[in-house]
């Protein structure tokens, strides 16, 4: 979902190794997903390491093997028309950019309701608040994404430091010094065998959350061309960026685990409530708010750097006549304005359902479930694309190769097969405290799932002669 992601060939600049792992770690750890895994305390590691076996590395290693194969525009729109064709590169690309549309408001909620901390905690509680917030960001990091990609750019790399890398490490210092001085821990004494996640039909929707948390580690694949040595630079930053993210994430998710007792987490606004019960522990609860005002600030810049990637990437699938050419107008600042507006409108529709569902946790869970389901419609292209590569273009040349041959292929490739068809699964189950009927929460799910993956086929069924010549064209 990056600005890689929509297309654009890797520059000539070279970077180590320790920059290719940064480039992972600011693109996939976010604070914003802790909260929800918080709540299973010591066994969120042994989930963390599953889906780390099952998707962070299969992912990674898939995604350098086709960026280097593949560069060209488009992304994975590339990757899986080359594999199954342009109606499954546009489902991959599609599924890619309307799994933003739900993911927006998930987003945009944690900045609400991080902003009410900084005004009145019970505001988060307020779906009128949360909306309007809500609207206001969008629309102003929506306006920032029409001065092109190199402004939102800009944007986004701050965004990264405040919202993301600093909060986590403080966070896990707070923890560290939250054990230390003796503060009463709400998880009980650690075990080699409270790390063993308890599969049962109710802890089984969280394992899609990890899905969620590590989605985007292919994205560093597009950068893979710019080492020295991709054969042994690339996997090297993998397992490097993997580790930090793996460690980051489980020390901030436990530090939080320990303070906040799980049945009084909000999803949403999970990671302020432990900043406020550590500062407050600490004495100094007047940092609690500045605090709010720097993650805000870190999410909606961060916000304005996502929202232009994915929108040009379907300039391209517009360039080849495969959608009306108004999805491929751009202003002079190259931003795809017409792209922008119709994701704005769309994702403000769906926004609504803070207003309309009685808790803010509810549709955050079924907005959640949603970019889940379409971003596994999405990696399971990419992952079949990977193995049948390998048969179809076998002398393509790949700067970059998963080890072990076919055999290592077929390994990689069958993990995050399994993994993902498996998130697919279990992302349809509600979650256990989910108060409303588990039919209206699939039914939704699916639905929202179904109309945000089908209009490649519609719009392949009606494609019309005139939209190349129009698209080449364009402004």
């Known amino acids: 979902m990056s600005e890689e992601a929509a297309g654009g060939l890797p520059s000539k600049k070279v970077l180590g190794l320790f920059a290719l792992a940064m480039i992972n770690v600011a693109a996939v750890l976010s604070i914003r997903n802790f909260p929800s895994m918080a709540v299973y305390g010591w066994s969120c590691i042994g989930w963390y390491i599953l889906g780390a076996v099952l998707f962070l590395i299969p992912i990674s290693l898939a995604g350098a093997e086709l960026a280097t194969g593949w560069p060209e525009g488009g992304g994975v729109y590339a990757w ?49 608040y949360m909306f309007s917030v809500m609207m206001i960001a969008f629309w102003g990091t929506t306006a920032i994404a029409y001065f092109g990609e190199e402004t939102s750019t800009k944007f986004g790399n701050i965004g990264v430091i405040l919202g993301s890398i600093i909060p986590a490490i403080l966070i896990i210092i707070l923890g560290v010094w939250w054990t230390t001085s003796g503060a009463a821990i709400v998880l009980p004494p650690f075990s080699v065998s409270a790390m063993v996640p308890t599969i049962t039909l109710a802890t089984l929707p969280f394992f899609s959350t990890i899905i969620l948390l590590f989605a985007g580690m292919e994205m560093a694949g597009f950068h893979a061309l710019e080492t020295r040595n991709p054969q042994k630079d690339f996997p090297m930053a993998m397992a490097v960026s993997a580790i930090i993210i793996v460690v980051c994430t489980v020390l901030a998710t436990l530090a939080i685990a320990f303070v906040i007792p799980a049945d009084q987490l909000n999803l949403a606004s999970g990671v302020m409530q432990a900043i406020e019960y550590f500062f407050k522990a600490a004495g100094i609860p007047g940092l609690v708010g500045p605090m709010a005002l720097l993650i805000t600030l870190g999410g909606v810049v961060s916000l304005a750097a996502w929202l232009i990637g994915p929108a040009k990437g379907l300039g391209v699938v517009a360039e080849e006549g495969n959608m009306p050419p108004m999805f491929d107008r751009t202003n002079k600042y190259g931003a795809p304005v017409a792209v922008l507006v119709i994701q704005a409108l769309i994702g403000s529709a769906i926004s609504l359902l803070y207003v309309f569902l009685p808790s803010v946790n509810q549709a955050y869970w079924i907005l959640s479930a949603m970019t889940v389901e379409l971003l596994c419609i999405g990696y399971i292209l990419v992952f079949a694309s990977v193995i049948k590569l390998r048969y179809s273009q076998p002398d393509t040349p790949r700067p970059f190769r998963i080890p072990g041959g076919m055999a290592g292929v077929w390994i990689v490739g069958g993990l995050g097969l399994f993994g993902t068809a498996f998130a697919f699964v279990v992302g349809l189950m509600p979650p256990s405290y989910f108060p409303t009927s588990g039919w209206v929460y699939v039914g939704s799910v699916l639905l929202g799932t179904f109309l945000l993956a089908v209009p490649p086929l519609v719009f392949l069924k009606f494609k019309k002669p005139g939209w190349l010549k129009k698209a080449g064209d364009r402004q």
Request: aromatic letters at 18%; proline letters at 4%.
């Open 80 to 128: 899986v028309k080359q594999a199954f064709g342009e109606k499954g590169g546009f489902t991959a690309l599609f599924c890619e950019w309307s799994n933003n549309l739900v993911w927006f408001p998930t987003v945009l909620s944690f900045i609400a309701s991080t902003l009410a901390f900084a005004l009145t905690p019970a505001l988060a509680n307020s779906s009128w």
